[in-house]
């Protein structure tokens, strides 16, 4: 049972992982998006009026952008780059729009995860017990002629 529980423990560790690598992933993208965004719309003179405040912001954050090492980091920087970004074009503020169906797709998620694990769990058990027996047995077997040899060859 105690192995059944570190396997639950070790495949949770693996997918939180996997979500955060992702996470890092899409931050980065949308900050390189964003950042050629702007540097287009400096380059074709669609933004001429562009105050020095917001240049020296977008400058440090390019420097900013390859020194990141956590995943909190780079979802600040993706932040104010896309502030920037909106504060530049008057566009309004996205909302939280994505967060918000993470939220509940995770939610989903965890109920489909409990159900699952109510239904199938116990069959599961069961299963493994049956897959590992036949290791389990053979070793019993060998463990019991290798003390039969040690009594029987003092």
Known sequence: MK?????????SLSVILMINSASAVEYRTVIEYNTNEIISQIENGKINNMPEEWISIFQKMK?????????????????????????????????????????????????????????????????????????????????FIINLITVLIP
């Open 3 to 11: 192995r059944i529980i570190l396997l639950g423990v070790f495949i």
């Open 63 to 143: 420097l900013k952008f390859n020194n990141l090492k956590t995943i909190y980091d780079i979802k600040i920087l993706s932040e104010k780059l896309t502030e920037l970004k909106s504060t530049i074009k008057n566009i309004p503020q996205p909302t939280c729009i994505r967060l918000i169906l993470q939220f509940i797709f995770s939610l989903i998620l965890a109920i489909i995860g409990t159900i699952f694990g109510i239904l199938f769990g116990p069959i599961l058990v069961i299963v493994i017990k049956l897959i590992t027996f036949p290791a389990i047995l053979l070793a019993k077997i060998i463990t």
